[in-house]
Structure formats: C-alpha cells, structure tokens
C-alpha cells in the first residue's frame, strides 16, 4: 500500500491536510502519514492525533525556520521516495509555498498550488485551484506520481479522537542549501480572525495619509466592524498590519458587509471579499472595477462620504 | 559585480479577462499580455543591484508565443539583453517543464550570480518558479523578499512571514523571488525606450536547449477553466455627500447590516 504524507510546519494546519488525506485514502489505496521536524512535542503529538494521524515520520536533525525551505524539500522528498508516497500533500502557508514546489522538482513531478478541492479520479488527481487573479477556477489532473499539492488551511475540521499515533524515527542526512536565519523582526498583529468578522470596513490607496485612516477606523468603532485593507496599504505602505490585508495573497473573508473605501478592486482584491453578503463600495471613479463587483456602488468622495455616514449611523444608531 | 538573470513571463493581463457569457471560459485571445506584474519589481531590484554594485543583467522568458513589444519593454526599463524561447510546444507546460526550460536557456545565458523572478504569477501565481528553479541549480531561494543587500560573503534579505519579517543569509549563487512590496518599477523613458532597439534579443529554439522528452512533458494538465460568478446587485448611489451619506446610513440600518 502507498502512502499520501502530509507536511506542514504548523502541527495544527498539518491536521486539517490529515483530514482531508484521510477523504481521499481509500480511492487512491493509500495509508496516511504525517512528517514532522526538529523537537515534537506532547502538543504536536496531539495535533497530529486530532487530524486522526496513525504514523509520523519524525526528523530530528532538520528544522524549518532555522535551515530554510530547500532543507525541508530535501527531507520531504526522501521521506516521500522512501514510503514510496502516491501524494505529498502541503499545507499552503507561506514556507509550505516555498517547501511544496521545491519537493515537486527535487521529485520531477507536477505540483498543483493552493488547493481548494481535491478528488480522486481513475486518470489520476483532479485538483481544483483558483486562477486568473482568482476569480477562474482551474480544473487540474495530475498525469505524473506523486502528486504534490498544497492545500488552503481553514477547509477542513481536525477533530479526531486522538489515539496517540505510532511515531517512527528517520534520520535523514540534509545537503540541500542552508539559510542562515539573522533575526526574526515579530510583525505588529492585528491579533484579529478577519474570516470570521461580520462587519469590515476595509481602506485602500484612495486614503492619502496615514492619518486619514482615522476616518475608517471611527466608522468602524460606531459599527462594531474589523478594519481590512488592500495589500498596497499593508505591503507597501505598512500602514496597517499584514494579517489585515485581504485578496489573493492576504486573507479571504467572508462577512454579512464589506465597506470598501478607496479600494479599485482589482481581481486579486476581489477574491478575497466574493463570499460576502454585501458589498458597498464608495469611490470616486464611477469605473473603478469594484463599482461593477458591489451591491451599492457609491460615486463619492471618501474624505466628505465617509465622516458623514459616520455621523448619521451615530445618530441612527443612537452612539 | 554581480551577474543576474531575471525570469519574465508574459500573461494575460488578468483584470481585461471577460468570462464567455455561456461557457463561462475565460476569452484569453481578446485581453491583451503583459509583463507579469512581479517580475517587473525582480527587473527593477536587479536594476538596482547593479546600479550599485556593477554587473549585467539578463531577462529570460520563456512561452508558446512571445512578444517582442514586451521584450523590449525589459530593455527599455534597463535590462542589457534577453534570451528567449518561444514555442507553441510551450502552451501546456505546466510549472515543471517552464522551469526546466527556463534552466536550460540560463545555462546559455552563462556565468551569473543571482536569479531574480516575481515570487508568483499575475495568471497562475502558484509561487512555483523560484524554488523550482533553485532546485535544478541545487542553491537556495528566498521568496516573498522585500528588501535585498548584496554583501561581500552573499546576500542579506528581509523575507516577510506571517509571523513578521525573517532576515535571512544565503550564498551565491541563490534564487530570489520578489513581490510588489520590495520597490516601485520604473517606467522607461524616451531615450532609454530608443537605446533598447539596439539591445541584444536571443532567440534560442526550444530544441537547442537539449531536453529530453520527458523533461518536455507536463505532468499536471489543465482540463478546464471557468469563471466563478458572484452576483451582485450593482446599485449606483450618486449624488451630493450629505445625500449619499444619509442613503447609505438608511440601507445599513434597514437590510440590517448595522445593529442599534
Ligand atoms: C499576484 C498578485 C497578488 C496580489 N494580491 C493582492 C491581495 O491579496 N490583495 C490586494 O488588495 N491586492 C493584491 N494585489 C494588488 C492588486 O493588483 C492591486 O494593486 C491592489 O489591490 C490595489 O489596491 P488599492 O485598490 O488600494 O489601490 P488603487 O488600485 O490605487 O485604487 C485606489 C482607488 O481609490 C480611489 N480613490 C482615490 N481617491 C479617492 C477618494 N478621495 N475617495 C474615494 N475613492 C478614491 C481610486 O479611484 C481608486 O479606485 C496583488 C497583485 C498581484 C499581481
């Protein structure tokens, strides 16, 4: 019998890749595994377990934040030939991008990127990605073993009971390229799940200065929302922290509104935001694409729109 | 002096890409190509990395059907010449023959010291070329770079995590790849779009680049692609503010979007 071995460094996001492992075992006639590096703990253990892990193939001597995604990619792939893996399946955070597409080269085989869905067929793995900026979804087949994936995280609910899974030790001897971590830099957090807000306001380059995104974060307060933003507003600017930013590359949310403010909505925007119930947009260009994507397109101006609304509500809403 | 290959890809430029009304496919023949977005800040990071410390740079592209106008674009930006590839062949390769490819056009290029490439794609943006590439050349990668300094032993680079930013060392050679984070591209001028016509463009046919047929075939196909629909309502509100503001405080309150 074959194998489909999960990896993530998050124990946690390697249980929801064990679940979803566990759906597709019987029609791919595999077993399911997890790998785990550098020290592993009773909490680590346990995670594996809630995802209904049965094996984890343990490295000691490799760590991913200390030796970087190439060294990853190497105990990867040499676990996956040596149990002979059908599927590496990757949870899709930042270093699993890095580590997933390196282990598919180093295996000579195909790799399909941040899985939505996954389905076994008789040709091989269907795999189900959002492409063109994410707003097409690409359907794939794998024609070459093993299939290597990294799948989205927060699509499937470890909740195993949690026999404690049977640990086997490998020791694996890393020649790939190291990197030297330097220093980590902790960013500031807005400590905020964005997916599950209700209520966002979200601000984009239409704010000017820093400062004006107080107008935002008043609107906010009177409303009980989250504060979002465009990726320019935390990548370039850093005007807000990272874990705001939604779209393609940020977080996708899915709230009952989605106030967007200075925002083009561009499609790697707008991917982020389609599974909101409402969408208004206030923008002064009455052709900005996010005009044509929302439920109330308001042609204005942010700097006068916006207190005024904040006014009102306070009124209406008695604060 | 540092030599340095940029990978640049040429996609649809994804936000002119309307879905077939019926099939819901997307009518790629009818949006215009462009640079990928992020390989343009790996162009303009290699542009600056040689304003400083001297060197050439190098575009590759590889593709079933490659645009000279875009080519040209690089080397009016500052790129000092391009290799390329263009062959129908290359409209099915999946992430594992485009690296392959681009490895064997960048052996041509000879000697270097840094590839830079956009960490994803503008049509894909599977993050995949920069590790791939790193792989064959067995050196390291750095994506999601958002500030790079050469330094006498390597290269220094502030690479942004969920948890913050990591600042990395790697060797040379190393693989980066960039997003739109680490710098603004310039846009050429006048004389600079001029002094380009001049630039050298290899053309190099994807049998020269002696790979065999299994390095040539995809392992992951496409079988289909559709647009996913959001239907929305497309309401315009326009108007003086206090007006807008007043209509837009009555449909929070009323669809019940905002609670007393
Ligand atoms: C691979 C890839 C991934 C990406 N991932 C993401 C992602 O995850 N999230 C994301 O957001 N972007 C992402 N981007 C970037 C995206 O393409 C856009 O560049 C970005 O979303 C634009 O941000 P913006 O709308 O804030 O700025 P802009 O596009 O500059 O839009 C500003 C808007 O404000 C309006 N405006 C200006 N002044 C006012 C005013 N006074 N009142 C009202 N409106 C005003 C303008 O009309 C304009 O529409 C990605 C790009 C690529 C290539």
């Given at each position: 019998m074959s194998t489909i071995l999960v990896y993530s460094e998050n124990p946690h996001a390697a249980a929801e890749m064990l679940v979803a492992a566990r759906q597709l075992a019987p029609s791919l006639n595999a077993s399911t595994a997890a790998l785990h590096l550098g020290s592993m703990s009773e909490q680590d253990l346990k995670a594996y377990a809630a995802g209904g892990a049965e094996l984890v193939y343990h490295v000691d001597g490799v760590d991913a934040e200390k030796h970087g995604p190439a060294c990853v990619a190497e105990a990867l792939a040499n676990v996956a030939r040596n149990v002979d893996a059908v599927m590496v399946l990757v949870a899709a955070t930042r270093l699993g991008r890095e580590v997933a597409p390196r282990t598919a080269q180093r295996l000579k085989t195909g790799y399909a990127a941040e899985c939505v869905q996954l389905e076994a067929s008789s040709d091989g793995l269907v795999a189900y990605r959002g492409v063109l900026g994410g707003t097409y979804q690409a359907k794939l087949l794998f024609k070459r073993k093993p299939y290597v994936v990294s799948l989205q995280t927060g699509r499937y609910q470890p909740e195993g009971s949690g026999s404690q899974p049977r640990v086997e030790k490998v020791s694996i001897e890393i020649t790939a390229p190291q990197l030297e971590l330097v220093e980590i830099a902790r960013a500031e957090s807005a400590g905020v799940d964005l997916e599950k807000a209700e209520l966002i306001v979200s601000v984009g380059?239409?704010?000017?200065?820093?400062?004006?995104l107080s107008m935002a974060e008043e609107l906010a307060k009177v409303i009980g929302a989250e504060l979002g933003c465009s990726r320019p507003i935390a990548g370039d600017l850093k005007w807000l922290p990272e874990d705001r930013h939604i779209g393609l590359s940020g977080k996708r949310v899915k709230p009952k509104l989605y106030l967007a403010l200075?925002?083009?909505?561009?499609v790697q925007h707008l991917v982020g935001i389609r599974d909101s119930k409402v969408v208004i947009a206030v923008n002064t260009?009455?052709?900005?694409p996010i005009m044509s994507e929302a439920d109330y397109a308001v042609v204005g101006d942010i700097y006068k729109v916006v207190p005024l609304l904040t006014e009102n509500l306070k009124k209406l809403l008695g604060r | 002096m540092v030599d340095i290959i940029v990978c640049l890809k040429q996609t649809v430029d994804v936000n002119q890409v309307r879905p077939?009304?019926?099939?819901?496919?997307?009518?790629?023949?009818?949006a215009p190509r462009k640079i990928s977005d992020f390989d343009l800040n790996a162009l303009e990071e290699a542009l600056r990395i040689k304003e400083k410390h001297g060197g050439r740079v190098v575009a590759v592209c590889v593709g079933h059907d490659i645009q000279q106008l875009l080519i040209r674009e690089a080397l009016a930006m500052g790129a000092d010449e391009a290799y390329v590839v263009s062959d129908p062949r290359l409209e099915k390769a999946d992430g594992l023959v485009t690296a392959e490819v681009l490895a064997a056009l960048i052996r041509k290029?000879?000697?270097?010291?840094l590839i830079l490439c956009g960490?994803?794609?503008?049509?894909?943006?599977?993050?995949q070329t920069g590790p791939r590439l790193a792989e064959i050349f067995n050196i390291p990668h750095i994506t999601y770079a958002v500030r790079v300094e050469l330094e006498d032993s390597g290269v220094k680079v502030w690479k942004a995590m969920e948890g913050g930013i990591h600042v990395v060392k790697a060797s040379l050679p190393a693989v980066l790849a960039v997003g739109l984070e680490i710098n603004t591209p310039r846009l050429p001028s006048l004389l600079m779009i001029r002094a380009a016509s001049k630039k050298p463009i290899h053309e190099v046919k994807l049998s020269e680049l002696g790979l065999s047929e299994e390095q040539l075939t995809p392992a992951v196909e496409t079988l289909q692609v559709k647009a996913l629909k959001v239907e929305r309502r497309r309401i315009t509100l326009e108007g003086e503010p206090e007006e807008l503001a007043q209509k837009l405080a009555e449909i929070l309150v009323q669809e019940g979007l905002v609670k007393k």
């Open positions: 380059r239409g704010f000017k200065k820093r400062e004006d200075g925002i083009s909505g561009q260009d009455s052709n900005a | 077939h009304p019926e099939t819901l496919e997307p009518q790629l023949g009818q290029v000879g000697r270097w010291d960490e994803a794609s503008l049509d894909e943006s599977a993050y």
